[in-house]
T-cell receptor, first 116, second 113 residues
Framework: GAVVSQHPSRVICKSGTSVKIECRSLDFQATTMFWYRQFPKKSLMLMATSNEGSKATYEQGVEKDKFLINHASLTLSTLTVTSAHPEDSSFYIC????????????FGQGTRLTVV | GESVGLHLPTLSVQEGDNSIINCAYSNSASDYFIWYKQESGKGPQFIIDIRSNMDKRQGQRVTVLLNKTVKHLSLQIAATQPGDSAVYFCAENRGGGADGLTFGKGTHLIIQP
């Protein structure tokens, strides 16, 4: 199956700093990538849809200036958590689809962000 | 609000027994459903999917049933093994590959030796 890789898998940062998380599709090109957030013992919540070459689409309640998404190539999307605070601590997961209209999504292994 | 939900947060079964995990959804326009398995600290792993024009689909040791009349989805795992212990999520695609997935709350499946 297709492989999606996230980096880093774990990161600890200080309050007020910014953290960048990368999501790469390793063996296919992804025109669309998705970013999810998961709190402990909770489900995944879609944050935004990352579109190659255009602006990301954010879900209601997700601050676009707080969570910057860049999808500069067909194999890489990045999520930057700006001015991080302890409440931003969470598990961030990306997924990618090979083609527009392709409903099967491949997930990365997730990034555990801890803001201290 | 959340349109996909689970009936039970935790399900414990004996190794070798069959397990059934249930899911209710509320969006009658959803046309594609997926079951994922998530182990601690890892991303979701695809198990099986089903489209709204089907009511049953079988994989290796797993079967997904879809009842559109009552908006219910279930995952049956046959002959459970210790490696099946994980959290299972149902998810729905709201229509077309451009949309992300809406996940249910999840069921923690525990396989007792």
């Amino acid at each position: 199956g297709a492989v999606v890789s996230q980096h880093p898998s774990r990161v600890i940062c200080k309050s007020g700093t910014s953290v960048k998380i990368e999501c790469r599709s390793l063996d296919f090109q992804a025109t669309t990538m998705f970013w999810y957030r998961q709190f402990p013992k909770k489900s995944l919540m879609l944050m935004a849809t990352s579109n190659e070459g255009s602006k990301a689409t954010y879900e209601q309640g997700v601050e676009k200036d707080k969570f910057l998404i860049n999808h500069a190539s067909l194999t890489l999307s990045t999520l930057t958590v700006t001015s991080a605070h302890p409440e931003d601590s969470s598990f961030y997961i990306c997924s990618a689809s090979r083609n527009l209209g392709d409903t099967e999504a491949f997930f990365g292994q997730g990034t555990r962000l801890t803001v201290v | 609000g959340e349109s996909v939900g689970l009936h039970l947060p935790t399900l414990s079964v004996q190794e070798g027994d069959n397990s059934i995990i249930n899911c209710a959804y509320s969006n009658s326009a959803s046309d594609y459903f997926i079951w994922y398995k998530q182990e601690s600290g890892k991303g979701p792993q695809f198990i099986i999917d089903i489209r709204s024009n089907m009511d049953k689909r079988q994989g290796q040791r797993v079967t997904v049933l879809l009842n559109k009349t009552v908006k219910h989805l279930s995952l049956q795992i046959a002959a459970t093994q210790p490696g099946d212990s994980a959290v299972y999520f149902c998810a729905e695609n709201r229509g077309g590959g451009a949309d992300g997935l809406t996940f249910g709350k999840g069921t923690h499946l525990i396989i007792q030796p």
